[in-house]
């Protein structure tokens, strides 16, 4: 009796996924171990999200490539950062096409070759072009590779719980930045100790990608099926597509999509020109700082983004897009002001606690997006609408070399922040104008 009491305890929240009144204890069970399974392919996804997701530390990985390469400008190395970004793009994109082709599997060994080639010519490079072939052509791609294809198999698990599912994993894909950043700062010396720091990540990337390709999979009709919401439970026999459903050609139609696009791009790049540019911030804001409290202070970023994505995920299932979208907001317009505040008046704790918020602010960004492409053009299409909508980033990225530009211009990044107010406000007046199709 007590056994059968703890199952129904924890299978309840499956429940309501299941059109039928009466559930045999075989149901249950079944229940149960699908409940099991789909959470395995969530914690697997987020350990593949957590190594893909180091390319966000170029923050951090960049200082001793600085340090050694003095002739370098700091817009030549946040180029680096600009071409990741844009490959990372690419690599979601042709990896959603290639998912309806092959297996995806096959993806994630792509993926892993990918990361190992980058790594290994960012570890031998002594010139930007071997820089920006390494780390922003073959990682970028790399990465971008991964993360659609977890994306697009392990949210099929939860389609009664796409915003929260979405929060997850790609909080695993934010945080990565900040344990691989931290790994790195405590192993790399002075020089070219780069070099072979470089290379050990990229074998360990090499190596977990190679793991996650055994274990990821997408899911049966069957598990989809076994948690679906009842208004998709209760489909008719053979229907695939839900009401709404679009395909690429249809959704770029939209005057939603390009208007919500937009306003991505706007965030994205407010939130990328802060994590590109934090290391140079708080030496401007602390010059004495030891290179580890540089690298906790941006790593910060890296924590905040994960909880971020989360937090937003959940925030998007319950309060909807337009509340979401305003709060996304409002942090944003809060951490800009406290890091214009921290700039002027030289205090190192406001930049830190502007750091955070950008951190939540940017978070929230990528998981809204995977909830907005699930909720106004269906799920169907996913695996290749939503790489387009993160598209994005290939025009944002540029707002880290965008930071660097005006850093070598101004000496300072107080030129940064205030142009990130103006593209926040024009954000705000784009986000009250998106209607659902």
Same mark, same amino acid.
């Given at each position: 009796?007590?056994?059968?009491?703890?199952?129904?305890? *924890?299978?309840?929240? +499956?429940?309501?996924?299941?059109?039928?009144?009466?559930?045999?204890?075989?149901?249950?069970?079944?229940?149960?171990?699908?409940?099991?399974?789909?959470?395995?392919?969530?914690?697997?996804?987020?350990?593949?999200?957590?190594?893909?997701?180091? #390319?966000y530390a170029w923050?951090?990985?960049?200082?001793?490539? +600085?340090?050694? %390469?003095?002739?370098?400008?700091?817009?030549?190395?946040?180029?680096?950062?600009?071409?990741?970004?844009?490959?990372?793009?690419?690599?979601?994109?042709? !990896?959603?096409?290639?998912?309806?082709?092959?297996?995806?599997? #096959?993806?994630?060994?792509?993926?892993?070759?990918?990361?190992?080639?980058?790594?290994? *010519?960012?570890?031998?490079? @002594?010139?930007?072009?071997?820089?920006?072939?390494?780390?922003?052509?073959?990682?970028? &791609?790399?990465?971008?590779?991964?993360y659609n294809t977890? /994306?697009?198999?392990?949210?099929? %698990?939860?389609?009664?719980?796409?915003?929260?599912?979405?929060?997850?994993?790609?909080?695993?894909?934010? *945080?990565?930045?900040?344990?691989?950043?931290?790994?790195?700062?405590?192993?790399?010396?002075?020089?070219?100790?780069?070099?072979?720091?470089?290379?050990?990540?990229?074998? *360990?990337?090499?190596?977990?990608?190679?793991?996650?390709?055994?274990?990821?999979?997408?899911?049966?009709?069957?598990?989809?099926?076994?948690?679906?919401?009842?208004?998709?439970?209760? @489909?008719?026999?053979?229907?695939?597509?839900?009401?709404?459903?679009? @395909?690429?050609?249809?959704?770029?139609?939209?005057? !939603?999509?390009?208007?919500?696009?937009?306003? !991505?791009?706007?965030?994205?790049?407010?939130?990328?020109?802060?994590?590109?540019?934090?290391?140079?911030?708080?030496?401007?804001?602390?010059?004495?700082?030891?290179?580890?409290?540089?690298?906790?202070?941006?790593?910060?970023?890296?924590?905040?983004?994960?909880?971020?994505?989360?937090? %937003?995920?959940?925030?998007?299932?319950?309060?909807?897009?337009?509340?979401?979208?305003?709060?996304?907001?409002?942090?944003?317009?809060?951490?800009?002001?406290?890091?214009?505040?921290?700039?002027?008046?030289?205090?190192?704790?406001?930049?830190? #606690?502007?750091?955070? #918020?950008?951190?939540?602010?940017?978070?929230?960004?990528?998981?809204?997006?995977?909830? %907005?492409?699930?909720?106004?053009?269906?799920?169907?299409?996913?695996?290749? @609408?939503?790489?387009? /909508?993160?598209?994005?980033?290939?025009?944002?990225?540029?707002? !880290?070399?965008?930071?660097?530009?005006?850093?070598?211009?101004?000496?300072?990044?107080?030129? &940064?922040?205030?142009?990130?107010?103006?593209?926040?406000?024009?954000?705000?007046?784009?986000?009250?104008?998106i209607k659902k199709?």
């Amino acid at each position: 009796m007590k056994s059968e009491v703890s199952l129904s305890l *924890i299978i309840q929240p +499956a429940m309501h996924c299941i059109s039928t009144e009466d559930i045999s204890r075989e149901d249950k069970e079944f229940l149960y171990m699908k409940q099991k399974n789909r959470w395995f392919h969530a914690a697997i996804g987020v350990f593949v999200l957590l190594f893909a997701g180091l #390319i966000y530390a170029w923050s951090v990985l960049s200082r001793p490539i +600085a340090a050694y %390469f003095t002739d370098w400008t700091s817009a030549g190395l946040s180029l680096t950062f600009t071409i990741c970004m844009m490959f990372f793009c690419l690599g979601g994109f042709v !990896s959603g096409l290639l998912s309806e082709k092959i297996n995806i599997k #096959i993806n994630l060994v792509i993926s892993a070759f990918l990361f190992l080639g980058g790594f290994y *010519i960012a570890s031998r490079m @002594n010139s930007l072009p071997a820089l920006y072939l390494g780390y922003g052509v073959l990682a970028g &791609t790399a990465s971008g590779f991964a993360y659609n294809t977890v /994306m697009g198999s392990v949210t099929k %698990f939860f389609p009664d719980k796409p915003g929260l599912i979405s929060g997850i994993l790609l909080m695993g894909f934010g *945080i990565g930045s900040f344990v691989i950043g931290k790994v790195y700062q405590a192993y790399t010396g002075s020089g070219e100790a780069f070099r072979t720091s470089l290379w050990t990540m990229g074998v *360990i990337v090499f190596v977990v990608l190679l793991i996650g390709a055994v274990f990821i999979r997408k899911p049966s009709q069957e598990e989809m099926k076994a948690f679906a919401p009842r208004s998709e439970g209760n @489909n008719q026999e053979g229907s695939e597509v839900s009401f709404g459903d679009m @395909n690429p050609g249809q959704m770029v139609k939209r005057p !939603s999509f390009w208007l919500y696009f937009i306003w !991505s791009v706007l965030l994205s790049a407010a939130g990328l020109a802060v994590i590109a540019q934090a290391g140079g911030m708080v030496e401007e804001v602390s010059p004495t700082a030891s290179a580890g409290v540089v690298s906790t202070a941006v790593g910060l970023i890296s924590v905040f983004n994960g909880v971020g994505r989360v937090l %937003f995920g959940g925030t998007y299932d319950k309060a909807g897009r337009v509340r979401t979208m305003i709060i996304n907001e409002i942090l944003y317009f809060t951490a800009v002001a406290l890091m214009i505040l921290s700039i002027v008046t030289g205090n190192f704790a406001v930049l830190v #606690i502007g750091f955070i #918020i950008t951190g939540l602010a940017y978070g929230g960004v990528p998981t809204t997006n995977s909830a %907005f492409v699930g909720d106004f053009y269906g799920k169907r299409n996913y695996g290749v @609408n939503f790489p387009i /909508m993160n598209m994005n980033l290939f025009v944002a990225s540029f707002g !880290s070399t965008i930071a660097g530009l005006l850093y070598d211009k101004s000496g300072s990044y107080l030129s &940064t922040l205030i142009v990130l107010v103006c593209a926040l406000a024009v954000g705000t007046v784009i986000a009250e104008r998106i209607k659902k199709p």
